[in-house]
């Protein structure tokens, strides 16, 4: 089994958070960052120990700067900081430290005197038992890509000396990183990062994330590196502003599941075949609105639960469950999808560290397994044999047959702002999702980024959305808005029978501008891509947070409508105001 480590870097806190984050998490070691040692009280040896009793061990010491390419002047004090590395590291236990490639701008462009630097260096470290790993920082002075840095390993020719391989540096440069010399590359470090055109020490600095939360090739390169031999850690090196900030065991969870998804072998996803339902808390206020909403819709009351206050309503194939025995304002608490194994099912999201739920079982009862998302919402497991059910007395009523609601579209779930890229990776890996369509638009009260994932069929999807920094105190935008998107075949009757919040006029007349579409009824939004239309239309908010969407998809119109999104939170806005 290939060894697993993460950089302290990549998590919030003190030393001693961090290190207790990443054994929690499951890790097998670390990279000691020097800014969170030389912050940290204990003694290098108290590290040693503390590192020792979690389990762990220091993979890497990092970073050294500055040290190839030094005018031979002020490289005596190169090697005099170095000795009190490798002193330092001696008393920590750590056997390898990271040089990254010199900035200084008096570094001096001589490969010849640099591979004899690192040489001088090496043949220190190699004394003491130690070794180093040599990283092209991508915007490193005359250093800056990874060929360049095993072209003075191969120079220096020191057996002490070998590569660090940082995913970033090298993907952030190329595609086409050619023939990897597997046994001469000491350290691996991955981190995953949108594509962003930007400065790349900013883009370094600020923007990573975990392999497979952004858009580099993680997988062909760390298989490409494995293949070529390489036997040492996989080290996750992140720097995220956002990671920095936020609970550490959050974060050390969410990169194990990262690594572990990049490295496979889990239980294949299952095939999801539908949204067995979704389930709103509900108080004594949004209950009746909620319930209200239901049956203008034509929805019917059609079961209760044997042993709990929900209630089930039915029409065509969605089904909502509003659970008055929760605490807490009207949210989408759940949801449950139908699988071909839900014992599978299981078994993957425990396998990507998902956090299992008590069963919700009574003698008679459905044996629905469900693990907690990031956000909190519950996920389901079930058969499509919709078993489930008989929970449910029967309350009389019978579904309307031919009613205004055919199913569910999808699920609409807003993220805090901290735990975006986390869901998003969650959702994608443990329910075996592909990403289907994302964007960034001005809201009035900020920009929103939102995600859409989807299974083949599309009988399953899922929108994600979250601002881009933590809400201003301010604003008076609803949190963490969530809704349930239900589709019909006839639009015209659902604005005639359903309550929706007001469009502006400016709306229309930019519509008109920009795609004459066919008249709509009263409300309603539209939208277009090359397969059809789209027809949108929206409940007024219920609570603080939820509320009902009805679509309708004419000529297989595949996208979610995300272009209209700045105008439903500004209609949302004005009808609270309204109130
Ligand atoms: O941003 C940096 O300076 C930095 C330092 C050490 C690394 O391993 C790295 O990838 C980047
Ligand atoms: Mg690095």
Redesign the pocket.
């Given at each position: 089994m290939t060894r697993t480590s993460i950089?302290t870097v990549c998590l919030s806190g003190t030393l001693d958070e961090k290190l207790e984050a990443a054994a929690a998490a499951g890790f097998d070691g670390v990279e000691i960052f020097e800014n969170d040692l030389i912050g940290s009280a204990r003694s290098p040896e108290e590290i040693r120990a503390r590192v020792r009793d979690l389990g762990l061990t220091i993979e890497l010491y990092?970073?050294f700067?500055d040290a190839e390419g030094a005018p031979p002047a002020r490289f005596a004090a190169v090697e005099r900081r170095f000795r009190a590395k490798l002193d330092l590291m001696a008393r920590l236990g750590a056997e390898m430290i990271?040089i990254?490639s010199s900035v200084a701008p008096d570094t001096i462009d001589d490969d010849e005197l640099a591979a004899g630097q690192l040489r001088r260096l090496a043949g220190m470290a190699g004394a003491r038992g130690m070794r180093i790993a040599y990283?092209a920082?991508a915007w490193g002075r005359h250093v800056s890509t990874w060929e360049h840095s095993w072209d003075l390993v191969r120079r220096a020719d020191h057996p002490a000396l070998g590569l660090?391989l940082?995913s970033?540096?090298v993907l952030s440069r190329t595609d086409a990183y050619g023939e990897i010399p597997g046994d001469r590359v000491f350290f691996l470090?991955l981190?995953d990062a949108p594509r962003l055109d930007m400065d790349v020490?900013q883009w370094?600095?600020h923007h990573r994330l975990f392999p497979l939360q952004g858009r580099l090739d993680l997988a062909g390169f760390t298989g490409a590196v494995l293949r070529a031999g390489y036997r040492g850690p996989l080290s996750l090196?992140v720097?995220n502003d956002v990671f920095r900030q936020s609970d550490p065991h959050r974060t050390a969870v969410d990169a194990r599941r990262s690594l572990t998804a990049l490295t496979g072998g889990l239980t294949p996803a299952p095939r999801l075949t539908g949204i067995a339902f979704a389930e709103l808390s509900v108080d004594a206020g949004s209950g009746p609105e909620l319930e209200r909403f239901l049956r203008t819709l034509g929805f019917a009351h059609t079961g209760q639960h044997r042993s709990k206050p929900v209630q089930l309503w039915e029409q065509g194939t969605a089904r909502i469950l509003l659970n008055a025995g929760a605490t807490g304002a009207a949210s989408i608490r759940a949801f449950a999808l139908e699988s071909t194994d839900p014992a599978a099912s299981a078994r993957r999201a425990a396998e990507l560290l998902a956090t299992p739920l008590p069963r919700r079982r009574r003698s008679s009862e459905a044996d629905l397994t469900a693990v907690a998302a990031p956000d909190g919402t519950e996920v389901f497991f079930c058969r499509d044999d919709h078993g489930w059910l008989d929970d449910f007395l029967p309350t009389g009523e019978s579904p309307v047959k031919g009613g205004l609601v055919t199913g569910i579209d999808h699920l609409s779930l807003a993220q805090p702002f901290d735990r975006y890229d986390e869901a998003a990776l969650f959702y994608r890996t443990v329910l075996g999702l592909t990403e289907d369509e994302a964007s960034e638009f001005a809201a009035p009260y900020g920009l929103i980024r939102t995600l859409a994932l989807r299974n083949d069929d599309r009988s399953v999807r899922l929108g994600l959305s979250v601002p881009l920094l933590r809400r201003g105190d301010w604003a008076p935008a609803v949190p963490h808005p969530q809704h349930i998107t239900f589709v019909t075949d006839d639009m015209a009757a659902v604005a005639g029978a359903m309550e929706s919040v007001d469009i502006p006029g400016n709306y229309y007349d930019d519509l008109a501008a920009r795609l004459d579409p066919p008249p709509l009824p009263r409300n309603a939004l539209h939208d277009q891509d090359e397969h059809g239309h789209y027809q949108q239309l929206f409940t007024p908010v219920v609570g603080d947070r939820v509320f009902f969407e009805v679509v309708e998809r004419t000529g297989g119109y595949r996208g979610y409508g995300f272009a209209n999104d700045p105008v439903r939170m500004a209609a949302h806005r004005a009808h609270r105001g309204a109130r």
């Open positions: 950089a990092q970073p700067r990271l990254c990283e920082l660090c940082d970033f540096h470090q981190a020490l370094s600095r090196e720097f």
